[in-house]
DNA sequence: GGCAAATATTATCTTAAGATAAAAAGCATT
DNA sequence: AATGCTTTTTATCTTAAGATAATATTTGCC
C-alpha cells in the first residue's frame, strides 16, 4: 500500500525490514477530494505530504489571481516552507484530483528522525538535490522563451497536459491562458506547414 | 581574517575556541583577478567557495550569449552542482572584481565534517535555506513583470547597480540589455512626472 | 437531453520585448 | 590628446504578450 514511500527512501538510503515495519506504522494516510484545500495563505503548515495518487497544485493568490507555482503528483513529497520555517505560509495547497496522501507531522517525523537516525541523511540528500533540480528549472525558465517553455513542458511532463486545465498550466508558465491558447494555436499551424 | 566564515556558520550552529581553531586551520584562502573563471563548462568541480571580498558571477554560454543566472557577493558561499553531482557543470563561475575567496575541497570538508560533526547540520539548514529562498525567487520572477523584476532588484540588491555592468544584469533579469537600457529610460521618466 | 458552470478560444487594441545595426559615452593606457 | 575597448543608449522594425470582452466548447449533473 505505502510501497511507494519506501521506494521513495530506498532511493537515498537503504532499509532493514524493521525499518520499514517501522516506517509503515509510523504513516498517516488520508484521502482528499478534488478541490480539497491542504494549507492555506497565513497558515502555519504542520504537516508534510507526499503523494500517493493523485495530483496538487501550489499557489499564489495575487490581486484575486491564482499564480500556480507547482504541479506535484504520484510519488512526489511536498515541504511546505512554513512547515521548516516558523511563517504563516504565502501560498496554497490545494488538490486537483480526488487523491491519497500520505501526511507526516513535525511531532511524528521528529519520532521517525530519532528511531531511524539515517534518514536525516535522506531528507539532507532530499533537500541539496531539489535545490539544484529547482536552480535549474529557473536557469531554464530565464533563458527560454514562454514558447520554447511551452514545448519543453510538453516533452518533460506530457502528463500534465491530459489532467490538469490548462489555464493552470499558463500561470505556470509566467503567461495568462489567453496567451497559451494563441500560442498553441500559433505552434500547431507550424507544425502542420 | 577569516571571521566571516566563523559569523557565517555560527548563524546555524553555535561553535567552541577548539572548533574555531580547526576551522582557521582549515582554511584556504586565495586571490583572484577581475575575469578569473572558478570553473567552467564541461569542468567538474572539486571545489565550493566562499566569498570573503568580491564579487562572482555564474551564467550559461547558450548560442554565443552569456547569461547570467547569479551574482555572489560578500559572505555568500557557492556550491557548485557538480561539487555534489558527479557531473560535468553546465555553467561557468567567474570573478567580476578581484576578489578574496575561500576554497573548500572535497577532501578537507569532509575532515572537516568529520572532526566537527555538528556542521552537518549546518550545510543542511543552508541547503533548506537555500531551497526556499531559490523557489521565493523563482515564484517571483514567474509572477512580476520585467519592470516590476527590475524595480524589485533595485530594492533588494543596490549595490549590484554600483558593481556590476548593466549587461549582465539584464540577461540576470531575462532581457535583453538593450530593453534593459530602454526600460530604465521608460521607469525614470515615469518617476518625475 | 438540457442546463449551468468550467474551460478554452477568438478578436481587437495596446504595449513592451526581441533582433539588428549604429551611435554615443565612459574608461584606461599610452 | 588620441586610441582602442567596454559599456550604454538610440533608432527602426517585427513579433508576441497583456488587457478586456465576447464567444465557443466541454463537462458534470439533475
New interface residues.
Given amino acids: 500500500m505505502t510501497d511507494e514511500i519506501i521506494s521513495f527512501i530506498t532511493r537515498f538510503v537503504p532499509l532493514t525490514e524493521e525499518e520499514i515495519a517501522i516506517i509503515h506504522e509510523q504513516n498517516l494516510i488520508k484521502s482528499f477530494r478534488k478541490d480539497a484545500v491542504l494549507l492555506s495563505e497565513g497558515e502555519y503548515a504542520k504537516e508534510c505530504y507526499f503523494i500517493l495518487q493523485g495530483c496538487v497544485r501550489s499557489y ?1 493568490l ?1 490581486d484575486g489571481e491564482e ?1 500556480t ?1 507547482e504541479f506535484y503528483t504520484e510519488s512526489q513529497a511536498i515541504t511546505p ?1 512554513s512547515y ?2 516558523k511563517e504563516p505560509s ?2 496554497y495547497l490545494s488538490c486537483l484530483e480526488n487523491s491519497i496522501i500520505a501526511l507526516g507531522s513535525t511531532e511524528r517525523n521528529n519520532q521517525l528522525l530519532e528511531k531511524i537516525p539515517k534518514l ?1 541523511s535522506m ?2 540528500q532530499l ?2 538535490d ?3 533540480q ?6 531554464d ?3 527560454l522563451s514562454p514558447e520554447q517553455r511551452y514545448l519543453r513542458l510538453l516533452e518533460t511532463r506530457p502528463d500534465l497536459f491530459k489532467r490538469v486545465p490548462l489555464y493552470h498550466i499558463a ?2 508558465l ?1 503567461i495568462t491562458p489567453v496567451s497559451l491558447s494563441r500560442m498553441r494555436k500559433r505552434v500547431s499551424t507550424k507544425v502542420k506547414q
Fill in positions: 499564489y495575487i499564480k507555482t516552507v521548516t520555517q504565502k501560498y536525516q531528507v539532507a533537500n541539496s531539489l535545490l539544484i529547482k536552480q535549474e528549472s529557473f536557469d525558465f530565464k533563458s500561470t505556470y509566467g
